[in-house]
């Protein structure tokens, strides 16, 4: 992601985790086909850490590894929605979920579907968009 940045918002259901990231107003949005994404539906904008903060709710939050236990997984301990992890992919980043962005900022969301049941053919393309 390139360009100019604004401020995004988003959230859990119930309010209780929310941040904010900097990314472009039109936003590119990779829907995955991993076993874990496939089953929860979510839709990926990655940044780097730099342009992620967690506004409220960090003792809120409960953490899910599996497999290799790089990619921490972070949900709502009171409604269970993940809205926001760091990924296996980019670990120097975090995956935002897109159905939990506030949209007054989003001017376009081009949604890239990826192919993540050969994730380990395909991971490397994800790389570059935790990298400022």
């Given amino acids: 992601m390139s360009g100019t940045f604004v401020t995004h918002k988003g959230h859990c259901h119930c309010k209780a985790v929310a941040w904010e990231i ?5 936003l590119r949005i990779d829907e ?9 539906g979510f839709q990926h904008i990655i940044v780097p850490k730099s342009r992620f903060t ?10 899910y590894t599996f497999n290799t236990h790089v990619a921490q997984h972070y949900f709502c301990k009171t409604c269970g929605i993940e809205s926001f992890y760091v990924p296996r992919s980019n ?25 993540g049941k050969n994730w380990e053919k395909n991971a490397a393309a994800l790389a570059h968009l935790s990298k400022d």
């Fill in 22 to 26: 900097k990314a472009p107003q039109d």
């Fill in 54 to 63: 967690l506004l409220t709710g960090k003792d809120s939050l409960t953490t």
């Fill in 91 to 115: 670990p120097d980043g975090y995956s935002i979920n897109f159905r939990c962005l506030d949209r007054e900022n989003v001017r376009t969301a081009e949604i890239l579907p990826f192919d």
């Fill in 32 to 40: 995955c086909d991993c076993s874990m994404c496939n089953m929860h």
